[in-house]
């Protein structure tokens, strides 16, 4: 350093900005390395390269200037004596400890999105709620460790914390019992999975809904048929009934038809010739109860009800399927010669005897 010297430059001077000019030289290169591994990682069918490689890259660019620009500071503390700087060495340690855990954060999110993209471009089907849940209990796990580890870092004894916490958290469950309450309920849908992600749920005792589309740890976010987005907080899902009709195995026709009295001749060859129909309908599962009879005398028709069900739960393919079935079952009463029927009255007038 004495050629700086002569100069008139301090050779620590020199060794701060070859510092930095190193930290900026390998900031440079990895953002190069990175793009080519991103591109080589693509060609692969393995969610996870891709997944490690995007959570590089802002935090390993960071860590970098983190290193470099802290031991620059190092320098000019040594050199200086400056004691402002002495807090440089406890900002790199926590700040390595918060990039790291930072960039495990980024892994999981990407990877837990890069996992269900990959089985639904495979045509597999992916539990979005369950990757969800475990993605979050490893981001909290991650941020735990990460605070336990920098306080630790710093000085503070990590058994006198986790003390501390126990009675804090006291505090703060009898403070907070709504609150809790919602963790536990969100955590007991992730355990009994009672619905998913992309389910249409409804609740006889509530006035809910629609397809779920998220499921946080305090709501859960359901959109409307009406589009409307609908928040329950998850507390609500462990009081109330839940009914999970896209788990359904069949989707039922339950209809009551009437024709006429004047009709009742017909009655025997119109249920038998639509109870052939049904069963032999490609759409209709005749493995499932089938019943086609007639079953009461009303004030203008005679009823026969159909109950059978569709193979399919699809609901638009459902009502296909049922406008078919009915269009039928009137092509056999037009076929017999019969009526449906439609409510009627028949006056009777009795005629003075002439005087």
Do not use: C
């Not at 060495?89 to 999105?113: D, S, T």
């Not at 509530?206 to 998850?234: A, Q």
């Not at 839940?242 to 039922?252: G, Q």
């Amino acid at each position: 350093m004495q050629g700086w010297n002569t100069l008139g430059i301090e050779g620590w001077i020199v060794q701060v900005f070859l510092t930095v000019f190193a930290a900026l030289l390998t900031d440079f290169f990895q953002k190069r390395i990175l793009v080519r591994l991103a591109r080589q990682a693509q060609k692969s069918a393995n969610p996870w390269d891709d997944a490690v490689i995007e959570a590089l890259g802002r935090p390993l660019s960071l860590l970098i200037w983190l290193l470099g620009i802290t031991f620059a500071a190092d320098i000019i503390r040594l050199e200086t004596g400056t004691a402002l700087f002495g807090v440089v060495e406890p900002i790199r340690a926590v700040g390595v400890v918060v990039l790291l855990a930072w960039g495990l954060i980024r892994f999981i999110r990407q990877g837990e999105a890069n996992f269900v993209a990959h089985r639904q471009e495979r045509g597999r089907p992916a539990d979005r709620t369950t990757v969800d849940a475990v993605s979050k209990l490893l981001r909290i796990s991650v941020w735990i460790t990460a605070t336990l580890v920098a306080l630790q870092t710093l000085g503070f004894s990590v058994s006198g914390v986790l003390a501390f916490g126990g009675i804090g958290g006291l505090a703060v469950g009898l403070a907070a019992q709504d609150l809790l309450a919602n963790f536990f309920g969100g955590l007991v849908i992730y355990l009994d999975r009672p619905f998913a992600v992309g389910d249409w749920i409804r609740s006889p005792d509530k006035e809910i809904e629609g397809t779920v589309e998220h499921v946080g740890w305090r709501v859960t976010r359901i959109r409307t048929f009406d589009k409307r987005p609908l928040y329950v907080p998850n507390a609500i899902f462990t009081k109330i009934a839940v009914e999970n009709p896209s788990r359904m195995s069949h989707r039922r026709i339950k209809e009551t038809i009437g024709i006429r009295y004047a009709d009742v001749a017909q009655m025997e060859g119109i249920t038998a010739k639509v109870e052939a129909m049904l069963r032999g309908h490609p759409d209709i599962d005749d493995a499932q109860t089938l019943m086609v009879h007639f079953n009461a005398f009303a004030p203008s028709s005679l009823d026969f009800f159909i109950y059978t069900f569709t193979k399919t739960t699809v609901w638009t393919e459902y009502h296909r399927i049922k406008q078919d079935v009915l269009l039928k079952i009137a092509a056999i009463i037009e076929e017999h010669g019969a009526q449906i029927a439609f409510p009627t009255s028949t006056v009777h007038v009795v005629a003075e005897e002439p005087g």
